[in-house]
Each structure stands twice: as C-alpha cells, then as structure tokens.
C-alpha cells in the first residue's frame, strides 16, 4: 500500500495563501485532495492524474486552488489562495495505485494521508 506524508497546514486569515504537499512512496494512478470540516463528511477538493496531469475541482474551489505535481519527486501540491472561513478543514491527500474515473469519489483511492489542519480565520 503507498504511504503518503503531508504537510503544509496552518493558520491564515481569509483572503490569503496556503500550499499543501503530500509525498507518496510509489506509483499512483491518481492523486487528489479532500477535506473535512467538523460534524461534515469528507469532500473532494481536487485531482490530478498522473499519466497526463489532468486536473479536476470541486465547485466551491475552481479559480482559487490549484493541484500540481512533481513527478521526479513523486509529490503532489495544492496550492490556495484567496481563502475563505468556509475551507477551514482537515485536508488530506489520497492516492489512488488503482485504475479509476471516479476522481470525486474517496472509494476510487486507496492510500491516505494523516491529514493537516487548515484554519482562515475571518
């Protein structure tokens, strides 16, 4: 099973920035980002797959993240701007060592990471 390492979270206020990083230890398919607020389910916030980088967003965060990768370091990065009270979450990266579409969908990854904590206070 791939392991994967985040970092990156922290405190900022609404309007600024934030990148995450999560570090896998082997080949994926697929890696995307979701989140979880308290007393909210977990909920996609971004992909990219690795054969071509193709990326996909949720709604609520088109125009404000932006999912990359290295691939010669097998990390992949989520860069937020423009943040809002409303993303204050735990973030954590996912990866996928299996074909799937289902990109929004956390059953299509099978590696997680620990999570990071995001706060933007208003």
């Known amino acids: 099973q791939v392991q994967l390492v985040e970092s990156g979270g922290g405190l900022v206020q609404a309007g600024g920035s934030l990148r995450l990083s999560c570090t896998a230890s082997?080949?994926?398919?697929?890696m995307a980002w979701f989140r979880q607020a308290p007393g909210k389910e977990r909920e996609f916030v971004a992909a990219?797959?690795?054969?071509?980088?193709?990326?996909y967003y949720a709604d609520s965060v088109k125009g404000r993240f932006a999912i990359s990768k290295d691939s010669a370091k097998n990390t992949v990065y989520l860069q937020m701007d423009s943040l809002k009270p409303e993303d204050t979450a735990v973030y954590y990266c996912?990866?996928?060592?299996?074909?799937?579409?289902?990109?929004?969908?956390?059953?299509?990854?099978?590696?997680w990471g620990q999570g990071t904590q995001v706060t933007v206070s208003s």
């Open positions: 990219i797959r690795w054969i071509d980088g193709s990326t």
């Open positions: 996912a990866a996928a060592t299996f074909l799937s579409y289902l990109y929004t969908n956390s059953g299509s990854y099978d590696g």
């Open positions: 082997g080949r994926t398919f697929t």
